[in-house]
């Protein structure tokens, strides 16, 4: 018998307790016998590419202590990571719902793409990076650029979390 | 290519050939128009950064001689200014003082003494982040305490709902944006500015008027100070103690400070090198200029092997001389073709504010601005508008010098104002509402600066009028 799966894709600045609690709710209504939710944590690399070319640019900074500066927050981020997975599966746990993790380093588009095209998802749930509103009218988002990609691609349904109370 | 960096780098180029090939407005002169040619592309590409911002900066630079704004000569004689030898001691200081370790063994052991409860460790993090920005510069201040604020909060186990994590990364942050402003070390801008200021006056015909490295300390200062007590207040009203043990945080202190050891030659040598030179640009930088003190003082440093050239390339970025080198002759062009003050002239509402709205507005405007724009690009930005508008006013357009660099080290809340900002955004613990207090650092600021202009500065011989 096969699983019903849904897919929880994060990341540092893509993450909100809120998220976490949709996904619970959501296996709840699709309560088939075995629901597994796949957490795909991602490690955005452009986040770090952004941060490191402030430091560099702006700051002036040399490329030893950008380096530095990037390791340090490359650990962060993994650190939060553990921690937010580490919550997810206490959620899971109280709602007798699978949890599997899955950490790579990518792009966000492309990292949902490439785990959605892997396996069916009934649903796939993700949430918005923290950006000042005009910025996203003005050069869209990516949580959008996902939704449209993966109904282009037939992959499955994105549920665009809104509220992005961390 | 991003579709959102192609629209930038076209769109400069766009608007310069646009101000280059229109008809030449009445009262401007051919060269003025070509200067504001460049001023347009390096409006948009240092607001937008579809390349570096050194990038623009020599593009505008190699655009001075080609569109006929400022002979080749003259563009490059500026690059080669006082100013921006400053800001290259400037960083050689920063770099030395994190290669040696010096920067990090007086934050760790301040910490240590500070770090007694909840608001002792914030409040510490937050003053000795300020307090280092007096000799180092703040983007360098961040880069050296992100990791150490980062291991307060492994060691305390300190997640991503925690109010104390939020707190200790923004008195980090906040600590360096109101330290920018402690001396003409603490940021480049500042230096940047002043040299705009001498060019303006040296363009206009007018005597100079060098302001000396204690003088724009003991007027920017007070601002720095007013600052961090703002922020200090702030931080404990948003982010209210959570009476969490801090042993483990003193423990990790603790062991750092051990594993460093007794304090070394070539620290206590950077100790002394840096403390000559901070006095002798005080004392001899008007007459020799600050550029040359600060080159003296490097090549010391270089030749007791204190810091090594292989070092101070990977500490600082040398794109920082471009920038404010191109920055300078872009401003200079923008001048002596007078271009701003056709522009002044043209645009500017007729009625008289008079000097103190002038500054008000000044410190505002940029204050704003860099909340979305570099600082450095700001103040090459603004300030050759600015003083024209201060003459105009009767203001003094020395306080322009001031009340620019000091509003541009008021950006608090949002990620793209400043790389210390950026840094602790990126952790993940902070979410911009996170910030959004910053706003009242900022306000206060302002009024802080205005009272110090106004009650302050004349008691330290600086009226406000002209």
Redesign the interface.
Known sequence: MNDTRILLAVS??R?S?HLVDLAMREAQRLSTETVCIDVLYILEEE??Q??S??????????????A??MS??G???H??AM??IEEVKAAAATQNVTVSVKEVTGRFVDSVLQQASEAHYETILITRA?R?FVSRI??GSEADRVARMVKREGLGHVIIDED?T? | MHTRRLIALLAGPLLAALVTFMDTPAGLTLAGQRSLAVLALCVVWWVFTPVGLPVTSIMGLALLPLLGAMPAAEAFALFGNQAVFFVIGVFLVAAVMLETGLSSRISLICLRRLAKDENRICNGVLFVSWGLCAVVVSHAVAALMLPIVLELLRALNLGPRSNTAKRLLLSMAWGTVAGSNLSLLSSARATLSLELYGSYLADHSLPPAPIGFLEYSMGSAPVSLASVVIAAVVLRWAFPPEGIDLKPAMDRLNERVQSMGAISTRELTTLAVIAAMILCVIVYGREYGMGTVALLFSAILFSLQTLKWEDAERYVNWGVALMYGGAIAIGSALHSSGATSWLIATAMPTGNIGPTWTLAATATLTAGMTELVSNSAVIALLMPVMLPIADQVALDPRFVAWAAPISAGLAFVLPTSTPALAMVFGTGHLRIRHALPGILITIFSIIAFLLAVHFLWPMLGLPVTS
């Open positions: 540092t600045s993450y307790q986040d770090l952004h941060i070319k402030r430091v560099g640019d702006q700051g002036f900074l040399g490329v030893s202590t950008t530095d500066v340090t927050l650990a962060e981020h650190r939060m921690l937010r923290d000042p003005l050069f992005e961390a």
